[in-house]
């Protein structure tokens, strides 16, 4: 990791699991977010939200985590959103790669929950 520590946090809002994403999140911090993403989509509420705005930095370690999450939401009958705003490294990630048309994205949070 290049910057600050990564954190990733978790809490239940309204209808919606909120994983929340702050600093630079790389491979070493991925099983901390798989951990989180394979929770909600085994249980709780029919939402997951990932909140990205926090992060400025994610690589593809991360994007791999956040495409098999969606197919696991997905075949649960359960919804996964992105939630920005998305900073730029970010968004050229899922761009670049091909993978932005995978996920639900939305501008912010409160967009998000019902998106």
């Not at 600050?4 to 630079?24: F, K, N, P, W």
């Not at 989180?36 to 939200?49: D, I, N, Q």
């Not at 956040?66 to 050229?92: C, I, N, S």
Request: charged share 20%; aromatic share 2%.
């Amino acid at each position: 990791m290049t910057g600050g520590r990564a954190v990733v946090t978790t809490t239940t809002e309204r209808d919606a699991t909120v994983i929340s994403l702050h600093g630079e999140v790389d491979e070493d911090d991925v099983p901390l977010l798989v951990r989180a993403l394979a929770r909600a989509s085994e249980g709780g509420p029919p939402r997951t939200v990932v909140d990205l705005s926090g992060t400025p930095f994610v690589d593809s370690s991360v994007l791999h985590a956040l495409l098999a999450a969606q197919r696991a939401h997905a075949g649960r009958d359960r919804v996964l959103v992105l939630a920005g705003p998305l900073h730029t490294a970010v968004r050229r990630l899922l761009d670049v790669t091909g993978a932005a048309p995978a996920f639900r994205t939305a501008d912010s949070l409160a967009t998000a929950m019902t998106c």
